[in-house]
């Protein structure tokens, strides 16, 4: 539902869909803690058996007494709160004081098997990447968050490399402008929006991603996926994917000596860089696959749904 004035007015039309419905489980996925607020609500007025809010991503933003007294309001009609990340889990508790009892990790999951795929040499000749060169590929919104400012200035000082950075999003012009101003600009694809990102993850030779602040990103996961070496930012929600110095590197965020250091580290050491590329793909294919995810979530729905029957029998 819309946010603001806009959202609020629309609650009644909404209750009124969602009674006309009858749904046993409202689950509303929000991208920043404050997002859903208004569906949420509707959701607890229409008395929907069972209310979940699955928190993507923790925004460090500030909270004023009045969100704070807003959020602790719609959790008192929540009834599970699931974080992909037990940093996420950590910030609403921290941030808004959410029952332990309320919230519950479920990681993130992909299909791994969608990412199981020989690499096409054609691909990279259509990238311009000579059998010479090292691909290095990015998958994200060109953001602040995702760090690729650092990332370029880390790509000056690798010249043996190509980096291709997949995605659109507010930030493309200025990371070029940056590109051109770092003389940089004939090694840095900007690839837009693209729809072969498993293609372009197996023919790549190492995946980074620099985020500042991260839930648990799905790229990583994709790229151990793929059998490729990650090198990513040390923050929450990353490092329960990564382990450092086995299933690739963590470095600081924001640091780009340190993010020289570790991609050099990888392209020159080929038996380290295999050895962190099948211990990422076994660690996906154990830990965080789609079907776990799936099954963690369908036990959260039935044990809320059995305390209602419960509730409503003794009622």
Known sequence: MPEGYCGAGRVPQFIARLRALDPAVFHAHLTWPRACKYG??????????????TEHLFVDLPVSRSIYLQQRLIAAGVDRYIAVSGEVARQLR????????KLQVVHNGICAAAFDRRPDPALRAQLGVSPEQKLIFTAARLDSQKGHACL??????????????????????KLEGLARQLGIGDRVLFLGYRNDVPDLLAACDLFVLPSLYEGLPLSVLEAMAAGKPVIASAIGGTDEAVIDGVTGLLVPPGAPDALVHAIQRILHDPALAQSMASAGKQRVRQDFSAETMVQRVVQIYDEL???HEARHDRG
Request: hydrophobic content about 60%; glycine content about 12%.
């Open 40 to 53: 949420l609500v509707a959701a607890v007025l229409a008395r929907v058996p069972a209310i979940v809010a």
């Open 94 to 101: 921290t941030a808004f004081g959410i029952p332990a009892g």
């Open 152 to 173: 370029l200035e880390a790509a000056r000082r690798i010249p043996e490399a190509i980096f291709a950075l997949a995605g659109g999003g507010p930030d493309r012009a």
């Open 305 to 307: 749904l059995e305390g």
